[in-house]
Each structure stands twice: as C-alpha cells, then as structure tokens.
Nanobody
Framework: QVQLVESGGGLVQAGGSLRLSCAASARDFSINAMGWYRQAPGKQRELVAV???????NYAGSVKGRFTISRDNAKNTVDLQMNSLKPEDTAVYYCNAVVVRGTSTNAYNYWGQGTQVTVSS
C-alpha cells in the first residue's frame, strides 16, 4: 500500500515564496525517485522537478534557479521550495513516487491528491 499526501499550497503574490511538502507511506515498497508535477486548467501535467534516492536532481527549464527540490529518505518526505513565484506557476501540484515492491524488478508510479498553488499579479 502506497499513499502520498501533499501540503503547503496556497495563494501568494508574484515574487513571493511557498514550500510544498509530501509525506509518503509505502509499506512493503521501496521508494526510488520522487518528484513534483503540476497541471494548470486545460493543459497537460508537466514535470517540475525530480530527485533520485541518491540526491541527483532535474528541473524543468521554467523553474531552474527559482525552485529547489529536496528529500529525506529516512522520513520518506520530499519538499519543493518555490521562490520568485510567477502567475504562470499557478497550477495544482502533485507529488510523485516511483516504488518497487520487495525483490520485484517492476517499478510503479504513485501520485498524491494534489495541492493548489495560485500566484496573483
């Protein structure tokens, strides 16, 4: 059973900051990569940032230099620090985890319920 719960979304003015958090529960699973995605109304869900278990990161070009992803493997949490927010960052943000069950070679994607981020002009 795998569950991911996001928190930290809200309303902020352009130029402001927010910090999103995701807590994972993964009994009988091992968590590999974790990440954040977002989806605005009428648009496809897109990658924001991902982080491997060893700490390597990758960011969407639109957020490089403004957002920072981090994780705590012992606590099974992943955070997204968002600075210099822009109106185009407005979206529902989703936590993602890639997990493996036991000794299986198969990997699976799990998603949180999403948290709303709204940036006003």
């Amino acid at each position: 059973q795998v569950q991911l719960v996001e928190s930290g979304g809200g309303l902020v003015q352009a130029g402001g900051s927010l910090r999103l958090s995701c807590a994972a529960s993964a009994r009988d699973f091992s968590i590999n990569a974790m990440g954040w995605y977002r989806q605005a109304p009428g648009k496809q869900r897109e990658l924001v940032a991902v982080i491997a278990r060893g700490g390597n990161t990758n960011y969407a070009g639109s957020v490089k230099g403004r957002f920072t992803i981090s994780r705590d493997n012992a606590k099974n949490t992943v955070d997204l620090q968002m600075n210099s927010l822009k109106p185009e960052d407005t979206a529902v943000y989703y936590c993602n985890a890639v997990v493996v069950r036991g000794t299986s070679t198969n990997a699976y994607n799990y998603w949180g319920q999403g948290t709303q981020v709204t940036v006003s002009s």
